[in-house]
Every structure is written in structure tokens, then in C-alpha cells.
């Protein structure tokens, strides 16, 4: 199985993470990071399919870092 519903549960971890991280995040913040992070997938034409990508939690966690220090 794949697509939206089987993400969805493991972007919401991840995005717990994050929060739990950096609880003065706000919505936008973390999105910025999860969505500037993520592994592009193959082929790019199928963006409607894969969205952003591949997330990588570790990245997230570094960029919401950067975020927040900025």
C-alpha cells in the first residue's frame, strides 16, 4: 500500500517530533521544515502522487533548528 493514507500517520510522528522539539513552533514553521527537507522521488512528473517528497525526520529536526534560532 502507499500514497496519502499510509503517509499520513508517519508525517503526523514526525511533525509530533517536531513540536514536541519545539513547542514555540508555530503551524507554519513546521511545515516550512518538513516540506523544505523531503527526498525528491522519481519520476517528477508524478508530484501529484509522491507531493513533496520523501520526508527525512533528522533534516526536519536540523531546519526547524535553523528556523528557530533565525
Do not use: F, W
Not at 517536531?18 to 518538513?34: F, G, M, N
Not at 517528477?44 to 535553523?66: C, F, I, M, Q
Amino acid at each position: 500500500m502507499d500514497g496519502t493514507s499510509m503517509a499520513t500517520p508517519h508525517l503526523a510522528g514526525i511533525a509530533a517530533i517536531l513540536v514536541q522539539s519545539y513547542p514555540d513552533a508555530t503551524v507554519r514553521q513546521i511545515e516550512q521544515a518538513l516540506e523544505s527537507t523531503c527526498k525528491a522521488l522519481n519520476p517528477p512528473e508524478r508530484k501529484e502522487r509522491y507531493g513533496y517528497g520523501l520526508e527525512v525526520p533528522v533534516k526536519a529536526l536540523t531546519e526547524l533548528k535553523k528556523i528557530m534560532s533565525a
